[in-house]
């Protein structure tokens, strides 16, 4: 599977924060400016959002991000929840389907 641009700029951000210390913290303190002097792209958030960077570095800590909740109402199905649905279960129930996700590998 060939990653996304997206996937590919993530990846090198999180390299460089891994290689350095300072990058890291510049990061951590000012993503946009960092991801902007990274790419050379100006970068435009939607009104009313932000970007925030964690340091989930400490090994001895597990990490768990909440998204938000989505709205049901505006969401059409895919071939895999509908697959859920069909055999009992509801389209909300938790699904992990990025394998890279934080929690691979700790159970």
Known sequence: ME???????????VHKAWE??????????HPIKVIEEVTGECITLPKGKTIIVRDQTD???VYINIPAEPNMD???LNEEQ?????????????????????????F
Do not use: C, H, W, Y
């Open 3 to 13: 990653l996304t641009r997206e996937q590919k700029l993530l990846q090198t951000i």
């Open 20 to 29: 350095s210390e300072a990058f890291k913290q510049e990061l951590i303190a």
């Open 59 to 61: 090994e001895s800590m």
């Open 74 to 76: 505006d969401m059409e």
């Open 82 to 106: 509908l697959e859920i649905i069909a055999g009992g279960g509801k389209p909300t129930d938790p699904v992990i389907t990025d394998p890279s996700a934080n929690l691979i590998g700790l």
